[in-house]
C-alpha cells in the first residue's frame, strides 16, 4: 500500500534551518512528484512547491523562493524539504503528499505531518 | 496568483441534511479543481478532482460540479463522519493555491 512517511517534530530557534524527510513506498516512487502543503496553527493550508521525484526538478511558491530547498533521494525513495532563515511564523505541521503534477489530477496520498514549531 | 474563496466559512446542519459548499475562483481554472476534507489532528483527504472525479474510496454521497470560476461540492445525506473543514485547491495555475476552507458543524 501507497505510504509516505515523515520525520518527527522539530523544535527550532529563529534563524536556523529546518529539514523535514518524507519517505514513500508502495508505489513506482520515480513516476511521481511531490507536494508540500504546510498548516500553521488553527489556520489553513498553504501550498509550499512540488517536486520530480526522479528528475529533481522542481518548483515553489514565490514567499518561500530563496528560503526553501527541495531535494530527491531515489536510492531510499525519500524527499526533503529544507527550510531556512525560520522564523516564528513558520511554525506549522509541514505534509508531503504524492502528486502526478496533472493539472486535472490531485495529491491522494499524504504522509502524516511534520510538526515544526519555532521560538527562541 | 489565483485566489480561491469558499462560502461560507462555516456550515450548519444536521445528519441526514443536503450541504452545498461552495469555491470561487479569482480567474478560470477551467475544471482543474480538487477538494479535500480534513478533520482534527489529521492529514487532508482527497475527495474530488477535476471538479467532479470521486477520489478512490469516497463514498457516492460526496459529488462535486462547477467549471471556469464556480465550483460547488455537494454531499447529498450528511453522516456523522463528515463534520469536518473542506478546502478548495487549484490545479490550473502556478503556484498551486487552496481555498481558506468551511467548516461543516453539526447543528
Known amino acids: 500500500q501507497v505510504q509516505l512517511v515523515q520525520s518527527g517534530a522539530e523544535v527550532k530557534k529563529p534563524g536556523a534551518s529546518v529539514k523535514v524527510s518524507c519517505r514513500a513506498s508502495g508505489y513506482n516512487f520515480n513516476s511521481y512528484g511531490i507536494t508540500w502543503v504546510r498548516q500553521a496553527p488553527g489556520q489553513g493550508l498553504e501550498w509550499m512547491g512540488w517536486?520530480?521525484?526522479?528528475?529533481?526538478?522542481?518548483d515553489s511558491a514565490q514567499k518561500f523562493q530563496g528560503r526553501v530547498t527541495m531535494t530527491t533521494d531515489t536510492s531510499t525513495t525519500t524527499v526533503y524539504m529544507e527550510l531556512r532563515s525560520l522564523r516564528s511564523d513558520d511554525t506549522a505541521v509541514y505534509y508531503c503528499a504524492r502528486d502526478l503534477n496533472f493539472p486535472q489530477l490531485a495529491p491522494d496520498y499524504w504522509g502524516q505531518g511534520t510538526l515544526v514549531t519555532v521560538s527562541s | 496568483d489565483i485566489v480561491l474563496t469558499q462560502s461560507p466559512a462555516t456550515l450548519s446542519l444536521s445528519p441526514g441534511e443536503r450541504a452545498t459548499l461552495s469555491c470561487r475562483a479569482s480567474q478560470s481554472v477551467s475544471t482543474f479543481l480538487a477538494w479535500f476534507q480534513q478533520k482534527p489532528g489529521q492529514a487532508p483527504r482527497l475527495l474530488i478532482y477535476?471538479?467532479?472525479n470521486r477520489a478512490t474510496g469516497i463514498p457516492a454521497r460526496f459529488s462535486g460540479s462547477g467549471s471556469g470560476t464556480d465550483f460547488t461540492l455537494t454531499i447529498s445525506s450528511l453522516e456523522p463522519e463528515d463534520f469536518a473543514v473542506y478546502y478548495c485547491?487549484?490545479?490550473?495555475?502556478?503556484?498551486?493555491?487552496f481555498g481558506q476552507g468551511t467548516k461543516l458543524e453539526i447543528k
Open positions: 477535476n471538479a467532479s
Open positions: 517536486i520530480n521525484a526522479y528528475k529533481g526538478n522542481t
Open positions: 485547491h487549484q490545479r490550473s495555475n502556478w503556484p498551486r493555491t
